[in-house]
């Protein structure tokens, strides 16, 4: 029984409804709907309840010190840490999304040679506990993956995070690889910076069309414009990061209906970042440059209609659980000034369109799964504190947390 009911695909808030559920489904939501003699009834009715949320953008099996550099953190992850030990770490991540209402994740790579689909197998399975995973597999990519400064004889320790493409064929062998480990989606980096690398349009096309003939969509990392523009061009369904869009490819994406997920952080984050680094972010001075420049960035998306998508790409270590530090994203979209409703429909209904599970999860209807979050307070006038306080989870019809009484 909700007290407030979010529908995330009309986007707007509902009073006093019913959600019947038999094992992990939900059966039927509405306000007068014929509940069963023997059903154990849930009160939520002091509370808003929505859709279980969904990080669009994760990276569970890495994870960095702030003061690491990435490719040396990469290698040393690859060639001085147990795999096992590697895995057993992304399991008490996993484990720490469910705990703030994320009850579903896409993660997108640097997991090693398929861990992402051992891990999402395993949760699936009831070995472990964790949200459910949507996994990329080994991102694809130019010579060099994002691991810089790697001498020519040791590049071949590359491929045990990225899988490297070489040609348009290639291209085609690598998804059908990927597929055959049984990835959800495909990522690419369409730039590899700081390598000065990147994927051809004939090769992102060749993915793009292995992938869509075999029911998967495919995401791109882009920093530069150019690259998002070519990997569009080329028919991804996502681009990822997007930092630095033109306006003319903020265009483009609305006109071929291609999401963007933008990886930001609130300003409390940045500066703990920088903080746990050693320095003082009132010294840095291109921070505020940045910060207002991707606030611009995030509301112009919007402006052209845009589909946005929550996700966090959070993998420092900034001393709090990778559940919490994920949460960010909340406070990083209403910073710039994203309405909070619009923040949850990015975190719910649009994220699973994003992936082509809007009938399954980021919704609560009949025939969806029953992942249900209930918290605390109005979320239209105290959307940043009520974000943060989840009071119930329910994910695949077995509660996680509940808080409620």
């Not at 986007?11 to 992990?24: A, Q, V």
């Not at 030990?85 to 640097?110: C, F, H, M, Q």
């Amino acid at each position: 029984m909700a007290g407030s009911f979010y529908d995330s695909e009309q986007n707007i808030l509902l009073k006093d409804r019913i959600i019947h559920i038999d094992g992990n489904e939900i059966i039927d939501v509405g306000k007068n709907i014929k509940i069963p003699s023997d059903a154990k009834i849930i009160d939520l009715s002091n509370y808003t309840v929505l859709p279980g949320l969904i990080d669009a953008h994760t990276h569970v099996l890495f994870d960095q010190e702030p003061q690491d550099d990435f490719a040396e953190h990469s290698i040393t992850t690859l060639v001085l840490k147990n795999q096992a030990l590697r895995t057993l770490r992304g399991v008490k991540r996993a484990e720490s999304y469910l705990d703030v209402g994320i009850t579903s994740i896409k993660d997108l790579g640097n997991s090693g040679e398929f861990l992402d689909v051992a891990l999402r197998n395993a949760i699936n399975e009831g070995s472990i506990e964790g949200p459910r995973i949507f996994a990329a597999g080994q991102i694809m990519s130019g010579p060099g993956g994002q691991i810089y400064g790697v001498q020519k004889k040791y590049q071949e320790i590359i491929d045990e995070e990225y899988r490297i493409i070489k040609s348009p064929e290639d291209a085609i062998n690598a998804v059908r690889e990927h597929i055959n480990q049984g990835v959800d989606l495909i990522k690419i980096c369409a730039d590899n910076l700081p390598n000065n690398t990147r994927l051809t349009v004939p090769e992102m096309r060749a993915i793009v069309q292995t992938a869509h003939s075999n029911g998967l969509t495919v995401t791109a990392h882009s920093i530069t414009n150019h690259s998002a523009w070519n990997a569009i061009k080329a028919g991804v369904d996502g681009i990822e990061h997007g930092f630095f869009l033109a306006d003319s490819t903020l265009n483009l994406m609305a006109d071929k209906n291609v999401f963007l997920v933008p990886t930001e952080n609130s300003r409390d984050y940045m500066e703990a970042y920088y903080q746990l680094q050693g320095k003082d972010p009132e010294e840095i001075p291109w921070l505020d440059r940045y910060m207002n420049d991707m606030q611009d960035r995030l509301m112009k998306a919007i402006e052209k209609d845009v589909m946005i998508v929550a996700g966090s790409d959070n993998y420092s270590d900034i001393q709090v659980p990778r559940g919490v530090s994920s949460q960010d994203m909340y406070k990083a979209y209403y910073e710039s000034g994203m309405k909070p409703l619009n923040i949850l429909q990015s975190a719910t209904y649009l994220a699973a369109k994003s992936l082509n599970k809007q009938d399954e999860i980021g919704v609560l209807k009949s025939k969806s799964y029953a992942d249900i979050i209930a918290l605390k307070g109005d979320i239209n006038k105290d959307f940043l504190s009520s974000i943060e306080n989840i009071v119930f989870v329910m994910k695949d019809g077995k509660i996680d947390v509940d808080k409620s009484n």
